[in-house]
Nanobody, 115 residues
Framework: QVQLVESGGGLVQPGGSLRLSCVAS????????VGWYRQAPGKQRELVAT???????DYADSVKGRFAISKDNAKNTVYLQMNSLKPEDTAVYYC?????????WGQGTQVTVSS
């Protein structure tokens, strides 16, 4: 069983930045697709960004040019750098690790963008 623990959420003003981190309990990020998802109140969970084992990255249109996903396999950590934050980015952000038939999720970290 893989455990994922997110951190780095908080309250930030519009236009500000945050960096989220997700640490895995084992060395799985080097062999799995890792991603960040978010869920706002009353909305479905949506994909924010993914990074494949090849290093290929994919982003939701709403965050392209503002967010960047990266990972450090040696530290079993994936990051989400979020810049130029908007109120509509407010959500609980979840780390996901997809490996074969398995999907692992973190507990989520709250990001609130408000003045």
């Amino acid at each position: 069983q893989v455990q994922l623990v997110e951190s780095g959420g908080g309250l930030v003003q519009p236009g500000g930045s945050l960096r989220l981190s997700c640490v895995a309990s084992g060395s799985i990020f080097s062999i799995a697709t890792v991603g960040w998802y978010r869920q706002a109140p009353g909305k479905q969970r949506e994909l924010v960004a993914t990074i494949a084992t090849s290093g290929s990255r994919d982003y939701a249109d709403s965050v392209k040019g503002r967010f960047a996903i990266s990972k450090d396999n040696a530290k079993n950590t994936v990051y989400l750098q979020m810049n130029s934050l908007k109120p509509e980015d407010t959500a609980v952000y979840y780390c996901n690790c997809h490996y074969g038939a398995y999907d692992y999720w973190g507990q989520g970290t709250q990001v609130t963008v408000s003045s």
